[in-house]
């Protein structure tokens, strides 16, 4: 049984958050509300746009915020961003085993292709899921189970990997092995929210150790 890689794309396939920090700041402040990084990481970070608004600007139309949130955000990336270090070994990798992998974000599918393009990795991604497409987003495993679905695998095969306590959530309860990466969130607050280990980057030395758990073919490779 190979191992299936699904991964989360925001602080996980790219170092995003500081988009999303200075994209919010603005945001707020054209509101007249002053809002810090501190603030993103405890309010924002990993929830749903519509569900941040809707709480934070009751008299405002989430919809509308979100959209001009999404466009500020697309406008900052740009056409070129740095993947994250180690993933396209990684994914050179996923390539000659013949692993299956995925995108599963709660990103709406305009930025996530955005995304995907600026770090110049978009076909290397058979399945791109979107959680405002699937039944719920995270941190209901919906996603996740969507992903494994469209790849043929089940969750013994299965890793995720993932950045924020939401995403976490819904990877565990989907049942996938869940890998934190270290890109905003200590490796304690990642464990907190249920991950089984965690990582700085695809370049941790670690990783391949872990991959292991969920590659029962190893054994026979080196027999």
Known sequence: MSPALLFDLDGTLLKSDPLHVAVFIDLFAERGREIDEAFYMREIHGRHNLDIFAELFPD???????DAKEAALRERLGTEAEP?????DLLDRADAMGWP???VTNAP???????????GLRDRFEVLIIGDECERGKPDPAPYRAAMAALGVDAAQSIAFEDSPSGVKAAQAAGALTIGLRSSLDDAALRRAG???????????????????????QGARTA
Not at 60 to 66: V, W
Not at 84 to 88: E, H, I, K, T
Not at 109 to 119: F, G, K, V
Not at 197 to 217: C, N, V
């Open 60 to 66: 405002a139309d989430p919809q509308e915020m979100s």
């Open 84 to 88: 994250m270090p180690g993933l396209v």
């Open 101 to 103: 992998r995925a995108v």
């Open 109 to 119: 599918r305009d930025n996530a292709e955005a995304m995907l393009s600026a770090i």
């Open 195 to 217: 991950a089984d280990a965690s990582i700085a980057d695809f370049a941790d030395p670690t990783l391949p150790g872990l991959i292991a758990r969920r590659d029962t073919t």
